[in-house]
Each structure stands twice: as C-alpha cells, then as structure tokens.
Nanobody, 113 residues
Framework: QVQLVESGGGLVQAGGSLRLSCAAS????????MGWYRQAPGKQRELVAR???????TYADSVKGRFTISRDNAKNTVYLQMNSLKPEDTAVYYC???????WGQGTQVTVSS
C-alpha cells in the first residue's frame, strides 16, 4: 500500500501558476509509476500527466507545454507545476500511484477569468 496526500491547490487568475505536491508514504516510492488526474464538475476523471520510476513523462494534449510533472525520490514526493493556467483547468486534481492503484484525497484548483 501507499498513502498519498496532495497539497498546493487554490484560486489563481488566468495566466497564473500553481505547483501541486503529492507526498507518499507506506511503500517504495522510487519504483512507483505516478500520475496526476483531474475531474471537473459533470466530467469524467482524466489523466493529466504521468511519470515513470526513471523520470520518463507523458502529458495530455490539453496541458502539454504548460504543465510539468516531476519527482523527488529522496523526498517521496511528486509535483505538478502548472503554468499559463486557463479557466478550463479548473478541477479537483488527484495524485495516483499507478503501481499500487492508490489515490490521494484531491486538491481543488480554481482558475478565474
């Protein structure tokens, strides 16, 4: 098992930036494939970004070039740097361990026009 706790969400103006953090415990973090998902009201949860145990990354087309996923294995933490935010990025963002299929509680990101 792995326990995940997200932080860093909040309210930001369009064009602004936020950095989300996901702290993991209870497992061997260095071998975890980690991902960020988001879910807006009335929409399905969607994969935003993914990072492998060696740092290879994958992004949804909607965020490519604006968001960056990274990890610090020494700190058992994965990050999502979000730049040039748009109102359509508004959602609850969830950290996910793909290796253990564990989810965080979610953190709200709201982008105003």
């Amino acid at each position: 098992q792995v326990q995940l706790v997200e932080s860093g969400g909040g309210l930001v103006q369009a064009g602004g930036s936020l950095r989300l953090s996901c702290a993991a415990s209870g497992s061997i973090f260095s071998i975890n494939v980690m991902g960020w998902y988001r879910q807006a009201p009335g929409k399905q949860r969607e994969l935003v970004a993914r990072i492998s145990s060696i740092g290879s990354t994958t992004y949804a087309d909607s965020v490519k070039g604006r968001f960056t996923i990274s990890r610090d294995n020494a700190k058992n933490t994965v990050y999502l740097q979000m730049n040039s935010l748009k109102p359509e990025d508004t959602a609850v963002y969830y950290c996910h361990s793909m290796s253990f299929d564990s989810w965080g509680q979610g953190t709200q990101v709201t982008v105003s026009s």
